[in-house]
C-alpha cells in the first residue's frame, strides 16, 4: 500500500516539477515577448517621428503653405516660388523649390530661422544675398532691403514599395 502511494507521490512531483519548468519557461517567453513589443513600439514611435520629418508622399502643397507662413510671419515678399524637378536619391527624393524673397536683412535672417525649426527636413543652399537698389522717392535713410534668391529643398521618403505599386501611400 506504501509503495504504490510512494510512486504515486514520486510521478505527482516529477509532474510537478515538469510544470514549475514549464511554467517558468513561459514566464521567460512572455518578459522576452513583452521586451520585444515594448521595442517595436518604440521603433514604430521613431519611425512615425522620422517619417514628421522625412514623410513617404510628397505633401507638397503643405510645405509650400508652410513656407509661405514663415515668410508672411517674417514680414518678407515672396518675389517667386518655382518647384523643380524632383531628384530621386537611394532612401530619399529631394523636392527642390526655387525662391526669390525680399525685405529687410532682419526679416531674412528671421525667416531662415523659422524655416530651420519646421519639423520637416529643409536645406537651404545656394543662397544668394543682395542689397536691392533703393527706390528713386525714397527718402536717403530708409533701411536697405535684402534681395534673396535660393532653393529652398525637402525631402520625401523614397519607398520602392509604393513606387513598384504605381502610388505614394
Same mark, same amino acid.
Given at each position: 500500500?506504501? &509503495?504504490?502511494?510512494?510512486?504515486?507521490?514520486?510521478?505527482?512531483?516529477?509532474?510537478?516539477?515538469?510544470?514549475?519548468?514549464?511554467?517558468?519557461?513561459?514566464?521567460?517567453?512572455?518578459?522576452?515577448?513583452?521586451?520585444?513589443?515594448?521595442?517595436?513600439?518604440?521603433?514604430?514611435?521613431?519611425?512615425?517621428?522620422?517619417?514628421?520629418?522625412?514623410?513617404?508622399?510628397?505633401? #507638397?502643397?503643405?510645405?509650400?503653405?508652410?513656407?509661405?507662413?514663415?515668410?508672411?510671419?517674417?514680414?518678407?515678399?515672396?518675389?517667386?516660388?518655382?518647384?523643380?524637378?524632383?531628384?530621386?536619391?537611394?532612401?530619399? #527624393?529631394? #523636392?527642390?523649390?526655387?525662391?526669390?524673397?525680399?525685405?529687410?536683412?532682419?526679416?531674412? &535672417?528671421?525667416?531662415?530661422?523659422? #524655416?530651420?525649426?519646421?519639423?520637416?527636413?529643409?536645406?537651404?543652399?545656394?543662397?544668394?544675398?543682395?542689397?536691392?537698389?533703393?527706390?528713386?522717392? !525714397?527718402?536717403?535713410?530708409?533701411?536697405?532691403?535684402?534681395? !534673396?534668391?535660393? &532653393?529652398?529643398?525637402?525631402?520625401?521618403?523614397?519607398?520602392?514599395? !509604393?513606387?513598384?505599386?504605381?502610388? &505614394?501611400?
Amino acid at each position: 500500500f506504501y &509503495t504504490d502511494l510512494a510512486d504515486q507521490i514520486a510521478q505527482v512531483k516529477g509532474g510537478q516539477d515538469a510544470l514549475k519548468e514549464e511554467r517558468n519557461s513561459y514566464e521567460r517567453r512572455k518578459t522576452e515577448y513583452l521586451a520585444y513589443r515594448n521595442e517595436l513600439t518604440q521603433l514604430q514611435e521613431k519611425q512615425r517621428e522620422l517619417l514628421r520629418a522625412l514623410p513617404r508622399a510628397q505633401e #507638397i502643397p503643405s510645405f509650400i503653405g508652410s513656407i509661405q507662413e514663415q515668410a508672411e510671419l517674417a514680414g518678407l515678399e515672396i518675389v517667386k516660388l518655382a518647384i523643380d524637378a524632383e531628384v530621386p536619391e537611394e532612401l530619399y #527624393i529631394k #523636392i527642390p523649390v526655387r525662391m526669390e524673397i525680399r525685405g529687410s536683412f532682419h526679416n531674412v &535672417t528671421r525667416f531662415f530661422k523659422n #524655416i530651420s525649426e519646421l519639423r520637416r527636413i529643409v536645406n537651404v543652399e545656394d543662397l544668394s544675398l543682395r542689397p536691392e537698389p533703393p527706390a528713386a522717392n !525714397a527718402p536717403p535713410d530708409a533701411p536697405v532691403r535684402q534681395y !534673396a534668391v535660393f &532653393t529652398a529643398a525637402t525631402f520625401r521618403y523614397n519607398d520602392p514599395a !509604393a513606387a513598384a505599386g504605381g502610388g &505614394t501611400r
